[in-house]
Structures are given as C-alpha cells and as structure tokens.
C-alpha cells in the first residue's frame, strides 16, 4: 500500500462490493432505511444505468429534518444532491483526497467511462494513507535495523 496507488488498487482491495442505489420516485425514507439497514452513508440515484444524483445523510438532515419535511412523503429526487462530483479508477490517493477535502465530499462514485464501478468514502482513502504509512515506517525500521533487502 502506497500513497501513491489509484482508486482503482483500493477498489480491487476492498473486493467486490456492491454500490446501492435508488430510483429517484423513491420516498426518502426508504432510501434512508436502505442506508441504515446497510450501514452506510449514502446511496446513488440511478435511473437506469444513468446517475442521477447522490443522497447522503446531510442530505437528509439539511433537507428534511431541518426544514420540517416528512421523510415518508418526500422523494429523494427533491433532496438529492444533483451535482455529483466522480472519480475514475486511475486517479491517484492523493489527488481523490485533495477532491474530498477541497469539495467537502465524503462519498465520490467511480466511474469508468458512463459505467459506475465502485464508491470510494473519505474512510476508506483515510484508511489507506494509515496503512501506506505504517508499512514506509516498518520498512524504515527494518532498514535502520539492518534487516532490508538490497
């Protein structure tokens, strides 16, 4: 693991895992029970194979609770964050995390061309500076030690 791997290396690490959704005539408290149920934090709107916007739980707080809406007779396509900001598999950790901090995103799909392959979250790209981190340090310690190959 190294700071400077792609989305795509997190990707293929975190394996297969499917990336929810709703259609956009969903009610918002069923997307929300989706998320809770899934333990995550958002889920894409799709209409088809088309994305139509991202519904996170700041949605849901800023755009419901707040402003005294009822979850049950609200759809997600009025609450739904329209102006999706994607990745692609090549882009690096670096840049996917100056994205996430300069944009104030937690989610980012991952596209590859129209397709969406993944969803990366400003946890899973903390978790691997953290682990990137750990391995350059135990791999200095080793070389102070004397014990690195080479």
């Known amino acids: 693991m190294e700071i400077t791997d792609s989305v795509a290396t997190i990707l293929s690490h975190k394996g297969q895992m499917p990336v929810h959704s ?9 997307a929300i029970k989706l998320m809770a149920d899934r333990n995550i934090g958002c889920v894409l709107v799709m ?5 139509l916007g991202i519904l996170s739980e700041r949605d849901y707080t800023r755009k419901v609770v707040l402003q005294g809406r009822s979850s049950k007779s609200t759809t997600v396509r ?21 994205i996430v901090t ?16 993944g969803l990366i979250s400003i946890g899973d790209l903390v978790k691997w500076v953290i682990n990137a981190q750990r391995s350059a340090l135990s791999q200095l310690e080793a070389y102070v030690a004397g014990g690195y190959p080479g």
């Open 22 to 30: 709703v259609a956009p005539e969903t009610m918002v408290f069923d």
């Open 47 to 51: 209409n088809g194979g088309a994305l």
């Open 78 to 98: 009025e609450i739904m964050t329209t102006d999706v900001i994607c990745v692609t598999p090549q882009h690096g950790v670096e840049d996917t995390l100056r």
């Open 102 to 117: 300069e944009k104030r995103v937690r989610h980012l799909p991952v596209k590859d061309g129209d397709r969406i392959i």
